[in-house]
């Protein structure tokens, strides 16, 4: 038997007592749960929300945006900060940044007020979401990195999956405001956990210079670039708003890469990408996380319009995947840590092909089973490739980089999650806008269900890119047991 060991630089930090594997596993979880619930739990209030503030609906949505533009755009910002050996800070220090968000947001007497906790809570999901992977790779033993990234990608999906079910049952039984509350005590907990299970921050840390204007540019092209998706179906392609933003986006990337050429200490090493490998698994988990997030934001409208379902029903039905997912992640994690993990990529890949194909042809006449077994395959394809898929990116970084390989692999995971909420938004708002945007409630089911199709098919097609590159990729780091 051959065991697929991850890379480690200092193996003095490494956590060899299986308890405290298990706390730091916990803690790792409990701040994985707690960002991903809050980045999906808004979305069912919006209407509640939009009544309380007297608004429309694009102006609420900004409750949902601010808070992910923020974990996609500084995510590898705090991951390279953390990688200097503060991990333990950055990590507490955006549990208690996220648990101070949380309060604000449930005290907020106004949108402008909320707009700006909702921003420091995505301040802090991102440090926390930057640090736990990077924990898995430093803390735990080479045999345990597809447990651990098991933990990480059972505890994210979960979380951002039950979010609408667990919002819609706090909105309608409680207030708005309980669905930030109940962060506090959450919070609290896991910084005295996080406190005890994370090793202590490295005291002889190099003081290395940092690249800030490079961190800069680069989270501006991310923030112009989100925006642009966000907002294309609503703005048009030709209005000026979003050709400025566009262009803006792409001035941002082209300064970001001069200046990552040219300084002597940059925050992207980009030869990275050079090794093809790395590059070629890195984008095909982002393709898995584009695709996985956009069928779940497009299920609800199906469910509502095609199923005719209430939204309680409809929250119940989405708890599907991510139970799937925290059902088996951890099993098949500790399965790639044994065998490998190319063939489970692939798997997971051909999982995702055959659940939108479901998907893509199916209608209402279809019935119940076959959107279970959509959604149970839906659920399977992350329970498969959160350890492996994620796990190859860390192995196939060059020597040196895995810290770097960690922060990437973890901001695909929001990234992708926005970039996939946003694509698969706009395509489907094209794809129904026949004769103008229509809003929702007043889309003809037909017209509507021809967009879902096409929309699904769409990514039926990203999900063949992302099995290919996932299958051209060995696994080459081994060794015997």
């Excluded at 007592?17 to 409990?30: T, V």
């Excluded at 999956?161 to 405001?177: D, E, R, V």
């Excluded at 997030?293 to 609800?300: C, K, Q």
């Excluded at 199709?453 to 080459?476: K, M, N, P, Q, W």
Aim: proline share 4%; hydrophobic share 55%.
């Amino acid at each position: 038997m051959t065991l697929y060991s991850s890379p480690y630089k200092n193996m003095s930090s490494i956590i060899t007592d299986s308890r405290h594997q298990k706390l730091l596993l916990g803690a790792i979880a409990l701040g994985m749960v707690m960002d991903g619930l809050d980045g999906s739990i808004v979305n069912v209030a919006l209407p509640t929300l939009a009544a309380v503030f007297d608004t429309d609906a694009g102006t609420i949505s900004w409750v949902i945006i601010t808070y992910l533009l923020m974990m996609a755009g500084l995510i590898l910002i705090f991951g390279n900060l953390a990688d200097r050996g503060i991990m333990k800070r950055v990590f507490v220090g955006g549990l208690v940044l996220f648990t101070v968000g949380s309060a604000a947001c449930g005290f907020a007497p106004s949108l402008g007020i909320l707009l700006t906790a909702r921003i420091i809570q995505g301040i802090g999901a991102a440090m926390i979401a930057a640090v736990s992977p990077l924990l898995c790779v430093r803390c735990l033993p080479p045999q345990m990195l597809g447990v651990g990234f098991g933990v990480l990608a059972a505890s994210s999906s979960m979380g951002f999956a039950a979010g609408p079910a667990l919002g819609g049952i706090i909105t309608n039984f409680l207030s708005w405001h309980w669905i930030f509350l109940i962060n506090i005590p959450i919070g609290i907990f896991g910084v005295i956990l996080a406190f005890r299970a994370i090793p202590a921050d490295s005291p002889d840390t190099k003081k290395t210079p940092y690249d800030l204007p490079g961190a800069a540019m680069l989270f501006c092209a991310m923030v112009f670039g989100i925006f642009t998706l966000e907002e294309v179906s609503s703005f048009g392609v030709t209005n000026p708003v979003i050709i400025a933003c566009a262009v803006l986006c792409v001035l941002f990337i082209i300064l970001f890469i001069v200046r990552e050429l040219r300084t002597a200490s940059p925050f992207i090493h980009l030869h990275i990408f050079r090794k093809w490998q790395f590059s070629s698994v890195l984008i095909a988990f982002l393709l898995i996380n584009v695709v996985f997030m956009g069928v779940i934001y497009l299920l609800p409208f199906y469910l509502s319009a095609e199923m005719k379902f209430e939204l309680a029903i409809i929250g119940m039905f989405l708890l599907i995947p991510p139970l799937v997912t925290g059902l088996v992640s951890i099993t098949f994690g500790r399965w790639s840590d044994t065998y490998g993990r190319r063939w489970f990529s692939v798997a997971a890949c051909v999982v995702l092909l055959i659940c939108n194909g479901i998907f893509a042809f199916m209608v209402p006449e279809s019935g119940i089973l076959l959107l279970i077994i959509g959604l149970v395959l839906l659920g399977l394809v992350f329970g498969i490739a959160g350890a492996s898929a994620s796990s190859r990116i860390i192995e196939n970084a060059p020597p040196g980089e895995e810290g770097t390989g960690s922060s990437l692999m973890s901001m695909t995971i929001y990234f992708g999650g926005v970039l996939g909420t946003a694509a698969y938004a706009t395509l489907l708002t094209f794809a129904t806008a026949t004769g103008g945007v229509v809003a929702f409630e007043n889309l003809d089911p037909s017209v509507f269900l021809s967009g879902f199709h096409f929309t699904i098919l769409a990514g039926l097609f990203v999900s063949v890119i992302a099995l290919v590159l996932s299958y051209i990729v060995r696994d080459e780091k081994k060794c015997a047991e």
